[in-house]
């Protein structure tokens, strides 16, 4: 009953993301033939070029005076008080947005300003805006507390970032695939079965697991932080949604032309589907970032910490005497990362949350 | 904005390509219709079922070898850290003297569920949790709406809100939590300590520990209200924005021939074709919040209150408390039992939210 529900809100989801993808492919399509546009343009002279971009910006000043001509108004004090009471709508719609931007930037702010002064600073009554004289004390502190472990857990969370992203990347797609594309028994009871699984919180098997890790000796291991992320049902469905949008013709053709249906999966549909398989990697490095209660759990030692739960470890709150600085130099490193990822890859980031609704 | 635009222009194609492609299957449906208009005798229907399932029985064969290599690592790999764990933790939490470090299941009973049941931190837990998602949950999704439809409604510098307002999601939970513990920080010079003693008010104890004082109730409720929604707003103004760019303008422009007033087209119009998203978020952030945890370990540090009084204690941080006794302490190799229970009641907690939440939304969303 419950997994059919799932089902069901789920499959609601993905009609609109199955035209979305559509839209995608078509408009990769469309790319290239804005590609050639291009190559054509760089034929033409300078003069010519002129002219064209002068046509273009009539056709959209004649646009927008179009569209104003739509409201119909009886005479010139109509059409201002009109105009008056849309401005004061828009300062009142923007002075909100500024307003929330601004409570959402505060955090950011706060943790860099923090960072950036000294004990002397911290506690002065009224708070600085901005760092009287900045110092990078706090960072280099933070980088060598307890001999330099918050570099360790870095380069642990890189690692194993990698190495879960690697596993779950070639799992999932040849999953995917195969729920996509082959034909076998039980097919589509198997695929519900897992996307059953998606109901059940995550906290009723890190129990089991932590019992399994441990009598297979793989506590403080890395492999024991990689193995049980190596797969994602969530990956999995994600895929086979773009998998099924790939045309069938393409299927036959290949299969005309004597390919294989291996052949065909990496050369055909593997580079159709790289928009997504480029948000799956993303949001399971993202993940990986993340990751607090599994890492917690099964790495007790101080040398395999990830980096969550090792910041808390290294910068709690109960070390006596107020060390806000240091700790907020230390999140501002922990955040860097992340951030920088978002900068460089923001389409493929914000595409894939906005069709998922998983947080790491 | 231009974007959006390309969408708009190419749904439409999309579509007739799905036209077509209806097309092109309608034929053999009608093969289907005109088999059962000629009222084949029941065996010669029989036969024919029987042979259309020879010929994809044969394709099957075809196929399984290769759709086993596919799945195989995937299988394993789920069938050993989240089939087998969910068969384990449910038969465990029957066991209840089952010790993890000789894996003996101990004499079968109820006794685990009775312990948790009749355990007054796991409803102290309970409450705590059930007042964080009824007070966080409905206020972040009023908030989200409203900024999704304020940033619909302009042009200018759209992308770099929405850019601004999706940077919580790019934090880590964590680490974020330190920032907010630092911002609502129990000292005079805590920064929100500060604004109010700008308006002549006294410092309240908001998160960590003071000697000689305890944290208010509602200051503690305030600050984890505070940052769930800060970091829940960005993936819901998300979906949201999405969903109300897909919203047919047509609606907006009849409201507008009528001059139906402003907050009639939101509760009239926006919300209603919303509905599915709103059902959607509202489900996953319910699902969310009941399962909060390390929000509240990162505020308050891994006691979850002052010292060693769990104030803040959630029904997550319930059962990891009873499972780290399990690591830390030779008695509590038996406890991995109660612990389970408290999982597996939990489970059914939010199981029964979430089908009555479908069942409510079920008679008012509109598809």
Redesign the interface.
């Given at each position: 009953m419950?997994s059919e529900?799932l089902t069901n809100?789920i499959n609601?989801?993905t009609s609109?993301i199955d035209?979305?993808n559509?839209?995608n492919l078509?408009?990769e399509a469309?790319h290239s033939d804005v590609s050639v546009e291009e190559n054509i343009s760089k034929v033409l002279t300078k003069e010519e070029r002129k002219e064209r971009r002068a046509q273009a910006r009539e056709q959209k000043k004649k646009a927008a005076l179009q569209s104003k001509q739509e409201l119909y108004f009886e005479n010139d004090a109509q059409a201002k008080r009109y105009q008056r009471a849309r401005h004061v709508k828009?300062g009142f719609?923007?002075a909100?947005?500024v307003l929330?931007?601004l409570?959402?930037?505060?955090?950011?702010y706060?943790?860099i300003n923090?960072s950036l002064k000294t004990y002397d600073e911290?506690?002065?009554?009224?708070?600085t805006f901005f760092p009287e004289n900045p110092v990078f004390e706090n960072y280099v502190t933070a980088f060598t507390t307890e001999n330099g472990l918050l570099l360790r857990y870095i380069g642990n969370t890189l690692l194993v970032a990698v190495l879960t992203m690697l596993l779950s990347v070639?799992?999932?797609t040849?999953?995917a695939?195969?729920f996509a594309r082959?034909?076998?028994?039980g097919?589509e009871l198997l695929f519900s079965l897992?996307l059953a699984?998606m109901?059940?919180?995550g906290?009723?098997?890190?129990?089991?697991?932590?019992?399994?890790v441990?009598?297979l000796g793989g506590l403080d291991s890395y492999w024991a932080l990689i193995?049980?992320f190596?797969?994602s049902?969530f990956y999995?469905f994600f895929l086979r949604q773009n998998f099924k949008q790939i045309p069938n013709e393409l299927y036959y053709a290949a299969k005309v032309d004597g390919n294989s249906?291996?052949k065909y999966f990496f050369r055909v549909m593997i580079p159709i589907a790289r928009p997504a398989l480029i948000t799956v990697i993303i949001l399971s490095m993202?993940g990986s970032?993340?990751a607090?209660?599994w890492p917690r759990?099964v790495s007790?030692g101080d040398e395999m910490k990830l980096?969550?739960d090792g910041?808390?470890s290294l910068?709690?709150?109960?070390m006596g005497g107020?060390t806000?600085n240091i700790?907020?130099a230390a999140?501002t490193i922990?955040?860097i990362p992340?951030?920088l990822?978002?900068a460089f890859f923001?389409k493929y980031?914000?595409r894939g949350?906005?069709r998922s609704?998983i947080?790491g | 904005m231009e974007e959006v635009k390309v969408v708009n222009e190419n749904e439409n194609v999309s579509t007739d390509i799905f036209a077509s492609a209806v097309n092109l299957t309608s034929p053999v449906q009608e093969v289907v219709e005109t088999d059962k208009k000629e009222k084949l005798s029941y065996f010669a229907r029989k036969r024919k079922e029987k042979k259309a399932e020879q010929a994809q029985m044969l394709e099957w064969k075809k196929d399984w070898w290769k759709a086993l290599i596919c799945l195989a690592p995937a299988m394993i790999i789920l069938a050993v850290f989240t089939f087998w764990p969910i068969i384990k933790t449910f038969v465990i939490s029957f066991f209840p003297d089952y010790n993890y470090l000789t894996d003996e299941f101990g004499g079968f009973g109820f006794e685990s569920y009775s312990k948790v049941l009749t355990d007054a931190t796991f409803w102290r837990a309970m409450l705590n949790t059930v007042i964080m998602v009824v007070v966080s949950v409905p206020l972040s999704i009023i908030i989200a709406l409203l900024i999704t439809v304020a940033l619909n409604s302009i042009k200018k510098l759209q992308g770099v809100f929405q850019v601004i307002f999706f940077l919580p999601y790019v934090t880590n939970g964590m680490a974020f939590g330190l920032v907010f513990a630092t911002i609502f920080s129990p000292m005079d010079y805590g920064l929100v300590n500060q604004l109010i003693g700008l308006f002549g008010g006294d410092p309240v104890h908001w998160t960590g520990t003071l000697v000689g004082s305890t944290i208010p109730y509602w200051a503690g409720i305030f600050v984890i209200t505070i940052y769930a929604i800060w970091n829940g707003l960005a993936f819901k103004i998300l979906v949201f924005l999405s969903g109300i760019q897909g919203i047919d303008k047509q609606y907006y422009q009849a409201a507008q021939v009528d001059s139906t007033p402003k907050y009639r087209v939101f509760t009239k119009i926006t919300v209603p074709l919303l509905s599915p998203m709103i059902m959607y978020i509202t489900i996953t952030s319910l699902m969310g919040a009941f399962k909060s945890y390390s929000s509240v370990v990162s505020l308050f540090g891994e006691s979850m209150g002052n010292g060693q009084d769990e104030t803040f204690i959630t029904a997550v941080g319930y059962i990891y408390k009873y499972f780290n006794n399990v690591t830390s302490s030779s008695r509590g190799a038996t406890l991995l039992s109660q612990a389970s229970a408290a999982a597996l009641v939990l489970f059914v907690f939010i199981l029964l939210i979430t089908m009555v939440q479908m069942w409510a939304n079920s008679k008012k969303v509109h598809y």
């Open positions: 419950d529900l809100t609601s989801n609109s035209l979305a559509v839209t078509m408009s469309s828009l719609i923007y909100f947005l929330c931007a409570l959402t930037l505060i955090p950011f706060w943790m923090t911290l506690i002065r009554i009224p708070a070639v799992t999932t040849l999953a695939f195969a082959l034909e076998f028994k097919r897992l699984t109901m059940i919180p906290e009723m098997m890190i129990m089991t697991n932590f019992t399994t441990a009598s193995i049980p190596g797969t049902v999995m249906d291996f993202i970032w993340n607090y209660l759990t007790q980096i969550t910041l808390l910068f709690s709150t109960d107020d806000s700790r907020m999140t922990v955040s992340l951030l990822a978002f923001k980031i914000m949350v906005s609704g947080k | -």
